[in-house]
């Protein structure tokens, strides 16, 4: 018997919008962030209506997606605006099982 898993491919990003765009669909008032992401910086001065608002504009991989080995999930930046139209990048971690996901951190260039 194997100790490996297998590691899934990660999502390509018209397939990550769907499983986003269904996810915050089917939540009422969608809680995805991380306590980190919601109160780990203040400062930077960005709302969940912001996350929320890139996560449904057209938005594109930052970088190549990562995957964690730890929490046996891909990340992925994304990068995308504000409400205000400032750049901004939110790093997500997706359980392609379950079609959930949740957001681990954002911020703007100005952050």
Not at 9 to 25: F, G, S
Not at 30 to 58: C, M, N, W, Y
Not at 75 to 100: N, P, Q, W
């Amino acid at each position: 018997m194997s100790t490996i898993g297998y590691r899934p491919q990660y999502l390509k990003e018209a397939d990550l919008k769907t499983l986003v765009l269904a996810a915050i669909a089917g939540v009422p008032e969608p809680s995805v962030e991380t306590f980190h992401a919601r109160f780990g910086h203040l400062e930077r001065g960005i709302s969940l209506d912001d996350v929320i608002h890139g996560l449904k504009q057209d938005w594109k991989y930052e970088r190549t997606p990562e995957f964690n080995e730890e929490e046996w999930q891909w990340k992925y930046r994304l990068l995308t605006e504000t409400i205000d139209g400032d750049e901004l990048t939110i790093i997500v971690a997706v359980d392609t099982r379950a079609r959930t996901f949740e957001v681990l951190t954002r911020w703007t260039q100005s952050t």
